[in-house]
């Protein structure tokens, strides 16, 4: 008995050996691998007949595949560059006719050299000659050894291990605990129907800290330490500039942070999906809506907004958006948020201050994005007897405004929100309620709860498609293949190559001052 | 099994070049050291040299023969690139469609109106997330666009095509070349799907799966509407070459557009080779035996005793069924593969074992001619017992080729003969 206990530990042991960490060496000629880019800092030129280029430009993992495994492209056949493929000992004949016979390190760093293959046959015209130093070509030999058991951060034979990041402690921290609750009871729940092809998810949390700097470096510290795979939900918010840096930086798949400040597109950052329309997205549809008034387009259209930086980026889309559509007039005026609608020593509030002024220069469409005092600028506005189009963001908004719109501003305020009640359908109520029963949480903050189940919905969904041959970049590739995908909870969601915001647009929401309930006017793509 | 099934027509004129091209020598593994030794040079063209063998030659198509290498020639240690290159002239003159498009600027864009009309391009197709040969393709351009200088937006523009239009934003267009440092002469184009299709098509690029695209690079002047199509990949000094060839070539190519005097495409493309007849009267190949003729070309050697004998009987039989058509609408043309055997005097000997009346020419004279014209139509080969058993059936002013099985049945050689005979340009045009 002991020995088979034994023997069963020594066949777990040496499993999970192949999945083991690599060597310093390895890991360099991983990163020579896949970027091109000695660690060392040493140069390496790609020559490609008489064109010289930086080796990032043709890395090894461009043609040959992230695992090695080569590819086809326009009539381009790059080989398998696995170690035991490349020493099998009776040689290779290529599909163009050429036949060789073994490589072994020496005739490796000569093909790579000089182009020549075992046997003296030039390599294929793509091919391209390297030079660079013997110890960034041993690196690179030492991770071919290793290439076809070496997999990303965070997978075993097993288990994928994901974190979510949530505030601890603080203000925050009961809507960070509610959302755990969610989380928890969602990959349970995929781990106790036999998990991922056969892998169970593993959710780790990371402490979002008490501010952007602690959120950053907490992630990254659980991402170089803990052998993650990819970051699944919860609260980015405040830290969002932070968070994008460090998914850049250690290339981690992030699904479904919820916050207000989408970062960066596809382009600039691969790893971040968003299920939600941030405060520029909403703001564009709000735009879009505007200019599908005839009365507004060309009108005379000012941007009011407080300084903070939610409030800036939407001014800035706005203007973008504005000007994009036709407008020629676009003013901006930044205000303070404090005190607003008090009367200062020129007996004049700054909210009617600004009425004033605005009135004077005849804007007619006004983008107000000041928290909770749009109150306070449409109640001077009436006063003056001036109604222009206002425009908000409805997570700015103050729930005031629905009971203190004056009647002369009906079908006058128009208010963007990223979701509303209806998203949340029949068949995801249940789903949720289904785990709640079963693994005993209560449901608050229902908002967040919402978030953290869209996020973990889709990130399993991505995991399905993205088969047993998991990497983070089947991951992201499979994430991109989302089309209208209903979680139940949002708007559908719809990634793409060039799109890292679900849900892309708003719905649009004026206020009927009398019966002081709001009118939907559907939702608004940008 | 019908003799219909040996015949081999293929229609299109335009069609039958692509053919011809497709003799590219397979190159064998070959010793380095042996290979640095020799050169490989065009026959028609002895400046367009090459240090490997299997190239062709950039402007007349031909395959580059060995040559001896000149003692001044340094040779760098590295080897030139073993390449399947193609270098096909394409003669007709394209039609672009004036789909509106987006540069990488993301401005609008009429692609033939902005880019193609009156201007030297040079065109390749490209993806932004492609890893494999797009990098390749982008750098030979940065290069390119090097070594051409100044005359980069003056003289030539460049123009990189995304096969990829629902991914590549004008933004990631921008990116991608900036990465090969693109100039103000290299546009990069994107759009919507239906219309980069199209587009595509026009340009003979389309493929169902982007990852399929070709390494192709087009090469060409609207005005002259000379389109070279070569391989983008590690091609430098004969992309150069081509471009430079294609920008002297501008002004002599709008004078014949508006005169009508000057060489015609087909003219161009059959060349003008001297070859002398059986009577060792010296004739233009193009001139005096294609031009505004109908003809029926074959190859042989009169010291052929396999399969000359029977092809050239059919010949015969033809003459004899088309009677006096034969000189009249339809002429008659052999071709020696064995010009250093086969003088005049032979020739007329073996013209008449076969009866050969006025209108059956029989064609010999300097081995490189004679090489050049067969070329052109496809029959040229290295060793003369490698010719082909193909009749070549044509109707110059309609443009209308077909190929026929040589030992066919003669009813149903004479029977596609007559159909080109009779083409009225319709058979082209349709297509």
């Known amino acids: 008995m002991k020995i088979r206990v034994f023997l069963l530990i020594g066949v777990l042991f040496f499993s999970s050996a192949a999945y083991a960490q690599l060597t310093d060496s390895e890991r360099r000629g991983k990163a020579l691998y896949l970027r091109g880019e000695s660690p060392s800092g040493k140069e390496i030129t790609a020559m490609l007949g008489d064109i010289d280029v930086p080796g990032s430009t043709l890395n090894c993992a461009g043609c040959h595949g992230l695992r090695g495994e080569g590819k086809t492209e326009g009539g381009v056949t790059a080989g398998n560059l696995t170690w035991s493929n490349l020493v099998r000992p009776y040689g290779h004949t290529h599909p163009s006719g050429r036949k060789h016979s073994a490589f072994n390190e020496k005739l490796f760093t000569r093909a790579l050299v000089q182009g020549i293959d075992p046997t003296g046959n030039q390599l294929a015209v793509a091919m391209p000659r390297y030079e660079m130093s013997p110890q960034d070509i041993s690196d ?11 997999r990303d951060p965070g997978l075993t034979e097993t288990s994928i291990k994901i974190a979510t990041i949530l505030p601890k402690d603080g203000p925050l921290a009961e809507i960070g605990a509610a959302m755990k609750d969610v989380l928890t009871a969602y990959f349970a729940n995929v781990n106790d129907q036999g998990g991922i092809y056969n892998r169970r998810i593993d959710l780790a949390t990371i402490d979002a800290g008490a501010n952007a700097a602690a959120s950053a470096a907490n992630t990254k510290k659980a991402v170089e330490n803990d052998d993650l795979f990819a970051i699944v939900g919860g609260l980015s918010a405040g830290a969002d500039k932070e968070l994008a840096v460090v998914t850049r930086e250690t290339e981690i798949p992030y699904m479904g942070p919820a916050t207000l400040l989408t970062q960066a597109s596809a382009q600039t ?18 735009v879009n ?6 009365e507004l387009i060309n009108s005379r259209l000012a941007i009011v907004h407080s300084e903070n930086e939610l409030a800036l980026a939407a001014a800035a889309a706005i203007e973008d958006q504005a000007r994009q559509k036709g407008w020629t007039s676009v003013v901006k005026k930044a205000v303070s948020s404090e005190r607003f ?17 605005l009135k004077a220069e005849g804007a007619q469409t006004v983008f107000f994005l000041s928290s909770s005092e749009e109150t306070a600028f449409i109640t001077a506005a009436a006063a003056a007897n001036w109604t222009p189009h206002v425009f908000l963001l409805g997570s700015l908004a103050s729930r005031d405004l629905l009971k203190t719109l004056p009647l002369s501003f009906k079908d006058r305020v128009f208010l963007a929100f990223p979701t509303v009640p209806n998203d949340v359908g029949p068949a995801g109520i249940a789903e949720l309620r289904a785990l709640e029963e079963k693994y005993k949480f209560a449901p608050r903050h229902i908002a967040s709860q919402l978030s953290a189940f869209a996020a973990a919905k889709i990130f399993t969904e991505a995991l399905k498609r993205a088969g047993r041959d998991l990497t983070r970049e089947k991951l992201i590739t499979a994430l991109e293949g989302l089309y209208e995908y209903d979680t139940g909870v949002t708007p559908s969601i719809t990634f793409g190559p060039n799109r890292r915001v679900g849900a892309m647009g708003a719905y649009v929401l004026s206020i009927d001052p009398a019966k002081k309930e709001f009118v939907s006017s559907g939702w608004v793509n940008n | 099994m019908s003799m219909r099934h040996h015949l081999i027509i293929g229609s299109l004129f335009i069609c039958l070049f692509m053919f011809f091209p497709a003799h590219a020598q397979k190159g064998s593994p070959r ?13 028609m063209h002895p400046e367009v040299t090459a240090k490997s063998k299997g190239k062709k030659c950039p402007k007349c198509g031909m395959a580059l023969r060995r040559a001896e290498k000149k003692a001044d020639q340094k040779d760098a240690t590295a080897v030139a690139p073993d390449t399947s290159q193609d270098v096909t002239t394409v003669t007709s003159k394209m039609n672009i469609p004036d789909v509106e498009l987006l540069d990488q600027n993301g401005k609008k864009i009429h692609f033939y109106t902005d880019l193609i009309k009156g201007q030297t391009v040079v065109i390749n197709f490209i993806f932004t997330t492609c ?6 393709l982008g750098a030979t351009f940065a290069r390119v666009q090097k070594e051409l200088g100044n005359k980069v937006g003056r003289d030539v523009r460049f123009i990189s095509i995304s096969v990829d239009p629902v991914t590549d934003t004008p933004e990631r267009l921008k990116a991608w070349g900036a990465k090969f440092r693109a100039g103000d002469g290299w546009t990069l184009v994107t759009g919507n799907k239906p219309e980069i299709d199209e587009l595509l098509r026009a340009l003979g690029a389309s493929n169902a799966r982007r990852e399929d695209h070709s390494p192709t690079v087009l090469i060409g002047n609207d005005a002259q509407g000379n389109w070279t199509r070569t391989y983008g990949l590690a091609n430098t000094s004969t992309l150069v070459q081509i471009i430079n ?12 557009s508006k005169t009508a005097e000057g060489p015609s495409q087909a003219q161009k493309y059959f060349t003008d080779v001297e070859l002398i007849n059986q009577d060792g009267k010296t004739v233009r190949f193009y001139s005096d035996i294609l031009k505004g003729k109908t003809v029926v070309v074959n190859a042989f050697f009169t010291t052929c005793t396999s399969v000359c004998p029977p092809m050239n009987r059919n010949m015969e039989k033809i003459q004899e069924a088309l009677g006096d058509r034969v000189g009249r609408d339809v002429f008659l043309v052999s071709m020696t593969v064995d010009p250093e055997t086969d003088t005049p005097a032979r020739m007329k000997e073996y013209a008449q074992k076969f009866h050969a009346g006025p209108g059956w020419i029989f064609l010999t004279g300097k081995k490189e001619n004679l090489d050049l014209a067969l070329y052109k139509l496809g029959q040229y080969v290295e060793r003369k017992d490698d010719h082909k058993t193909i009749f070549i059936i044509g109707n110059e002013p309609t443009g209308l080729w077909k190929k026929a099985f040589g030992i066919a049945n003669v009813a149903e050689l004479v029977q596609v003969v007559e ?10 045009k349709s297509k």
């Not at chain 2, 890893?131 to 390749?136: A, G, L, S, V, Y």
């Open chain 1, 140 to 150: 690179l030999i030492a991770y071919l050894k290793r290439i076809e058991m070496d």
């Open chain 1, 341 to 357: 609608d008090v009367a200062g020593t020129a007996g004049v509030s700054p909210a009617a201050a600004l009425v004033r002024d």
């Open chain 2, 131 to 136: 890893t494999t040969i797009c990098p390749p």
């Open chain 2, 31 to 43: 010793n380095i050291t042996k290979r640095s030794q020799v050169t490989y040079s065009c026959p």
């Open chain 1, 269 to 286: 950052n691969r790893n971040l999906f968003y299920l939600l329309p941030g405060a520029s997205q909403q703001a564009r549809s709000l």
């Open chain 2, 245 to 256: 060839d294609t920008i002297a070539q501008k002004p002599a190519a709008s004078a014949v």
């Open chain 1, 289 to 294: 809506f505007a200019a599908n008034k005839s």
């Open chain 2, 419 to 428: 159909s080109v005979v009779n083409d009225k340009g319709d058979a082209v």
